[in-house]
């Protein structure tokens, strides 16, 4: 029976979830200290064998009196007593051969693990038994002479609660460590107990609870003395009877519910642990705190709406939703996704208005502070533009200046086009012609100067002179020795072939 309790409790331990703090199953459940006193008889037989001529014996024996009592508290240890006396009468025929008592005491620790309405209580300490023995039946009236037997008790109970009614098995095996026979010799020994209860309520009072007792049990012993004389002894008993059981108990906790909330990646469903996370129950937030597998839990919650609000830098916030129910654990799961950036990407394409040839190497400048250039498809990309319109200017050598406007979408890419208009070749213009005298139309050989050209030249003994220079205004001053000197406005066009000639007045 113990091997079995053992064994049963050592699995059901392995087999149990974890225990987190939301669950009530860490409470000790059952009393938390008890006393039990019954009353019953027993069916006794046995026998003995020993040098005279041996005798067995059979009956029913009254006035088996049991006082117990464990003590539990709120923990798992705890401790048990039992003390019980069994009345003990040999007659032959109505004659009552001898009689007696015998004292069975145990003192034990106990362990107590509940799961649901079960409990296993595994036990080990001290026993202490007396064993029937007799005289030596060579005489005519065979004298009860108890043997001692001091042992390790291994023993163990379990209950179910069964409504209002705990049934119970019990078994105990004493491991002997030192054995007296009936007249003090030493000896061996050997036995076992085996059997049940059922416990049912009669009133309570408060936390004390009042009940009812009905048991039956089966033990055995053996006792044997090896020195001569030699002798042999054996009993078996099926114990019965009924008494009272009084128990403290806490008051019953009341059920609650749980909730466990997860925050995650709504993309890579990856834990988000530092998000910050808010558990609104019946409207009233309360702040969680998530583990490292972005986890938050909460007991102790009656029957109520839940509403779990979880945010996170780069994250737009979400929310989940749920009922919390007495006696169970409500999931929720909040799935962040990212925010959509907040900045966009514009891609510039450079070309030649005329050809639509790519241009490489132009350089853009967006919103005059990010500057790019051109790759060898007349393509560039601009990244992290602000959203909202966008100004582009490019330039680049031999092409006039171009400017574009453009939209830029957050967290997209925006096409812009830019065609750049070659610059065309200018063509000099030229001028020429002659420098005379107002008196008959002598050639001068007279100097000419522009100086916004920073040209200066002297036309030739015939008073020729040519010279060329870009199109646009200029001022022309003539001047020869012995002649007034003449400042002349000139304007011409790139390309012109223009005839200027000067008249100079003698001085």
Not at 305 to 324: D, H, I, W
């Amino acid at each position: 029976m113990v091997s079995c309790v053992t064994l049963l409790t050592a699995q059901a331990a392995l087999a149990q979830p974890e225990v987190t703090a939301e669950s009530p199953t860490d409470d000790p459940v059952g009393e938390l200290w008890g006393l039990r006193l019954r009353y019953g008889a027993a069916l006794r037989s046995g026998s003995q064998a020993d040098t005279g001529p041996g005798m067995s014996y059979f009956g029913l024996t009254p006035n088996d009196l049991a006082l117990g009592a464990s003590i539990f508290g709120r923990g798992h240890v705890g401790g048990v007593l039992q003390l019980q006396r069994e009345g003990f009468g040999l007659y032959d025929q109505m004659n009552r051969v001898t009689a007696g008592a015998l004292l069975r005491f145990h003192a034990a620790a106990a362990a107590r693990w509940t799961f649901g309405p079960l409990r296993l209580e595994p036990q080990v300490g001290y026993a202490f038994h007396q064993l029937p023995t007799f005289t030596s039946t060579l005489t005519p009236s065979p004298v009860l002479t108890a043997g001692a037997r001091h042992a390790v008790l291994l023993a163990g109970r379990v209950a179910v609660d069964a409504g209002p009614v705990t049934i119970e098995a019990r078994g105990e095996v004493p491991i002997a460590l030192a054995t007296m026979g009936g007249d003090s010799r030493p000896a061996r020994s050997s036995g076992f107990a085996v059997g049940g209860a059922v416990r049912f309520p009669l009133f309570s009072q408060g936390t004390l609870n009042f009940g009812g007792v009905v048991d039956g049990y089966f033990l055995r012993d053996t006792l044997s003395v090896a020195a001569d004389p030699a002798l042999e002894a054996s009993q078996q008993v099926i114990r019965f009877g009924g008494g009272l059981d009084f128990q403290w108990r806490e008051e019953p906790r009341k059920p609650y519910a749980s909730v466990l909330v997860r925050v995650i990646d709504a993309d890579t469903r990856g834990p988000l642990p530092a998000a910050a996370l808010t558990l609104e129950i019946d409207g009233r937030a309360q702040p969680l705190t998530l583990d490292g597998e972005g986890r938050g839990r909460l007991s102790d919650l009656g029957n109520s709406t839940l509403v779990a609000k979880a945010s996170l830098g780069g994250y737009v916030p979400g929310q989940q939703e749920g009922t919390a129910r007495v006696g169970s654990q409500t999931v929720l799961e909040v799935l962040l996704k990212k925010e959509a950036p907040h900045v966009g990407t514009l891609s510039v394409t450079v070309a030649e208005k005329e050809t639509q040839t790519p241009l490489p190497g132009a350089v853009v400048v967006v919103n005059g502070a990010q500057t790019v250039t051109t790759d060898a498809q007349g393509q560039a990309l601009v990244k992290d533009v602000k959203p909202g319109p966008a100004s582009l200017s490019v330039t680049l050598d031999g092409y006039q200046p171009g400017e574009e406007a453009a939209s830029v979408a957050a967290g997209r890419t925006s096409d812009v086009k830019v065609a750049l208009l070659p610059v065309k070749k200018r063509v000099p213009a030229t001028i020429t012609g002659l420098v005379r005298s107002t008196k008959g139309g002598k050639p001068i050989a007279a100097d000419l100067a522009i100086p916004q050209a920073k040209i200066r030249t002297k036309a030739t003994a015939q008073g020729a002179f040519a010279f060329r220079l870009e199109g646009g205004t200029y001022t022309v001053t003539i001047s020869a020795p012995g002649y007034v000197t003449q400042i002349k406005n000139v304007t011409v066009k790139d390309g012109d072939q223009a005839i200027f000639n000067v008249d100079l007045h003698p001085k």
